[in-house]
Each structure stands twice: as C-alpha cells, then as structure tokens.
C-alpha cells in the first residue's frame, strides 16, 4: 500500500472537514456617485444651521430683547441654540423609525423641507419668539442627520465602512466653515451694497438674505436627491437596485420576514448590551465634546486677569477655522488607515484617553501666558499641540459611528438604532453648553481649583467614559454575515 498517496488523501479530507480561517476581505469599492450625493446633501445642513452663527448675537440686541443689557445678550443665543437639540431630541427616534417603515428618501424630503422654511421664518422673524418657533420647527422637522448615517452603513459594508464615514466630519467641518462665512458676508446687505439692496423690505429684514441663500442651498440638495439618489432601505427599493453592499437577501422570504421585522420589533427589544453600550459611549462622547467646543471660545476670548487669552473675535474665528479644516482633512484622509492599522476598539480608547490632556491643556496656558506676560511664540506653540490632541480625540466619533451601525441586528432596524444614538446625544449637546459654561462662570467666579474646576470636572466624567470604552467588542460585528 502506497502510505504516501493515503497521507494525501488523509490530509486532503482533512482540510475539507476543518472550516478555513477567515481571511482578510477584498475592500469593496465605495459606490462613489451614491455617497457623494449623501455627502452633498451632508454639506446643506451645516451650511443652513451655523450661517446663523455671526449674526444671531447682533440680531438679539437689535430686537431689544435684553433691555440693553449686553451681558444678556449670550443668554438669549445660547437659548436659542440650545432649542434646536432640544426640539431633535424629542423628534429624531421618531424620524428613524419612521425612515424604517417608509423607506429613507421620504423622511430625508420632509427633513430638508422643514429645515428650509425654518431658516425662511428665521430670516423674516421680528420678535424673539419667532426666532424661537422657527429654532425648534428646524429641530423638530429635522432627522436627516440620524437618516443619512443610517444611509452611510447601508451603503457600505464591513470592508469599506470606516472609509465611508471618515467623510463624515470633513463634511461638517466644511460646513461649519462656510457657513458662518455666508452669514457674515451677506447680513445686512444694505450696508454692504446699498444699489442693490437699498428698498424697505431689506431694512426691516436686514438678516433674510443669508437665510434665503441658505434655503435656496437646501432646495438643490433636495432636487439632486429626488432623482439621483437611490432608496437604501431593502424593503423599500426597486427590483432593478443592485448592490453588493446590501447584507439582506431579496428573495421574497427573506423579504417578507424584514417587513415583520420592521413591524413587530419593538424599542425594547432592541435595547440590548451590544446596543445599549455603543450608544451609551456617544452620548458621553457628545456630552464632553460640545463642552469642549463651547469652552474653547470661551477661553480664548475671557480677559487674561481672569486666566484667558484674550483674543479678538478675529483671532478666535482664524484659530477655530484652522481646527476645523485641520481636523476634517486629516480625519478623510487618514482616519480608514488609522482603523485598519491599530482597530476600532483600540483607536477608540486611545482617543477618548486624549481628553484629560485636551482640558488640561486649558490651565497650561492660563500659566504660560501669566508667566511670559503675553501672547506669544509659546503660546502659540501650545495652541498647535492643542490642535494635535483635538484631533486626535476627534476620531472617536467616526469610531464610535462604526460600533453603532454594526450593532444592528439587520439593516431594517438601523435607522432605529441610529435614532437611538442621535437622540441621547441630542440630549446631551442639549445640556452640555449651558452646563459647561455655567461651570465655566462658577470656576472663575469663585476661585475653584485656582479658577480651573471645570476642566477638572470634566476630565472626572472623561475617565467614566474611558471605561465605557473598555466594555465595547473587541471586534466589529460582521454586518455581511
């Protein structure tokens, strides 16, 4: 008997009967005219939301709402602000369920409607209580931001989503810089071109134009959305859509038992630790970013006797718009890399360990710039190594955007899980800024901690959240399996 050829056949049966290892996966390639649509429309939002940015404040003070009393003027904005959180908070699980059922392009044109006559209203209100009305109908009418991440996970799959939503803060950062830049170059545009906009119509509404360039942004949006982007929601599409990234099969029983998934799920049921802990983690993530975001101006511009820097409101809007597009190209370009190279879990815990050094970095130049006696090159080298750490920190949210979207069970229930996680965070951005700056006040007022007990009190709540991060899986769920 030939021992040699029966080792072979041995061995080949072998290696039938034991399942192989999974292998790396070939990266799908991003369907780039759907995701470039879906960050299109990405960009109208924050373009609407913070064109308002340079003028609410001078708005408030020319409807004499304060009385005169400038010191008041940062309560009424920061109210106003704070109202469209609160009024996403209470809507945006709706939108996301709904998104479920109905499919994801007709709560996407009812969010960019509502956003559209909302900032139309914004521009023609003359009273503080139009500009309430008008804050809270954009946040109540508004859940595209939950629906397009849910897009986002629909349109790509477990080789190719962290590329995906690496887009997703260049766009804001974009945004967030454009915008206030069209605020602030069309307010007020009698002064600016009086032959053109000399009639009474501009001197009663002088805040309508960037309002109505904006409206006008989001108009197109909804144009290019209605006939090129296509519905992601299997239920929902057409038999001639294809995609390889779709993990539901569309045979009519599979199909068939996602429709009774949708419709007998209910909230609790989904409230799972492999939910609930994702979802847990961006609430404190969001939470202890928007104080960082509402703290950073508020630093820069408090008068150095009380331990700020002083800057000019110049000097703050070209520091804040160098972070910003820093951070965003850096985050589209290197994020994926960074995911792929060290993991999700890992770069997650490494960038919410980033905030103790962020706050403290608050402190040390408070001490630098009182022990130099100005502003200077330390500071400004301070300032850059502040930036390093913000980015840094700033990647755990396209990490933790990934834990939520693989937390799904199935697709069907993602715009749901999204909402989930887009209203506790809703929440927590809507107490974060009055909290943190209160804080702030209280800190400086009293001497607490040598003026510096909110950054000490935040780094407190970022190690909760540190070990929030350590219960997250150690893998991402495979959403193709």
């Known amino acids: ?48 939301s913070t064109s308002i940015f340079p003028y609410i404040n001078q708005l408030i003070r020319e409807l ?36 479920d059922r109905i499919g994801r392009k007709p709560v996407l044109v009812i969010g960019l409607l509502g956003t559209c006559i909302s900032m139309l209203c914004f521009g023609l209100s003359t009273t503080f209580w139009g500009l309430v009305i008008s804050r809270c109908m954009c946040g109540f009418l ?94 929902k599409r057409r038999p001639k859509f294809t995609s390889t990234t779709v993990a539901i099969s569309c045979s009519p029983d599979r199909e068939s038992l996602a429709q009774k998934s949708i419709a007998n799920m209910s909230m609790r049921s989904l409230l799972t630790p492999s939910v609930v802990i994702p979802i847990a983690n961006y609430a404190v993530l969001a939470f202890l970013d928007v104080s960082f975001r509402v703290l950073m101006p508020l630093f820069f511009s408090t008068p150095t006797y009380l331990g700020g820097l002083g800057f000019n409101p110049a000097t703050i809007g070209s520091w804040m718009a160098l972070f910003g597009i820093v951070d965003g190209v850096f985050q589209a370009v290197f994020f994926a890399v960074i995911v792929d190279w060290i993991g999700p879990k890992r770069l997650f815990c490494i960038s919410v360990s ?24 330390a500071i400004t ?25 693989a937390s799904a069970p199935t ?40 003026g510096n007990a909110v950054f000490a009190i935040l780094v407190v709540l970022a190690g909760g959240l540190r070990w929030l991060a350590s219960q997250l899986p150690d893998e991402l769920q495979d959403r193709d399996e």
């Not at 029966?6 to 995701?35: D, F, G, R, W, Y």
């Not at 190719?160 to 830049?181: E, H, R, S």
């Open 142 to 235: 508004n859940g595209n931001v939950v629906v397009m991440k849910t897009m986002m996970g629909e349109l790509t799959d477990s080789t190719n989503m962290a590329q995906g939503f690496a887009l997703i803060p260049i766009v804001w950062c974009i945004g967030g810089f454009l915008g206030p830049l069209l605020g602030g170059t069309l307010a007020r545009p009698q002064d600016h071109w009086p032959a053109l906009f000399s009639g009474s119509f501009w001197r009663n509404y002088p805040y309508f134009l960037p309002c109505a360039v904006a409206a006008c942004l989001l108009i197109l949006a909804l144009v290019m959305m209605t006939f090129f982007l296509q519905e992601t929601l299997s239920t």
């Open 381 to 405: 080298f301070a300032l850059l190594c502040h930036l390093v750490v913000a980015i840094t920190w700033d990647m755990a949210y396209g990490t933790i955007f990934l834990f939520i979207t």
């Open 411 to 450: 697709n069907n229930v993602l715009g749901a899980i999204n909402g989930l996680g887009q209203t506790s965070a809703a929440v927590a951005r809507a107490v974060g800024p009055a909290l943190a700056t209160s804080l702030f006040a209280a800190s400086k007022e009293y001497n607490l901690l040598g």
């Open 64 to 99: 004499g709402i304060t009385g005169g009393d400038d010191a008041a003027v940062g309560y009424y904005a920061g109210m106003i602000e704070s109202l469209f959180f609160v009024g996403q908070a209470l809507t945006v699980l709706r939108w996301a369920r709904l998104s």
């Open 1 to 48: 008997m030939d021992t040699s050829n029966s080792h072979e056949i041995i061995a080949n049966e072998t290696t039938l009967l034991v399942p192989a290892k999974c292998s790396k996966k070939t990266k799908t390639p991003l369907p780039k005219l759907q995701i470039g649509i879906l960050i299109t429309l990405q960009l109208a939002e924050p373009i609407a």
């Open 354 to 377: 980033c905030y103790a050094p962020l706050m403290a970095m608050f402190p040390i130049m408070s001490w630098i710039l009182r022990a130099r006696g100005e502003v200077d090159h």
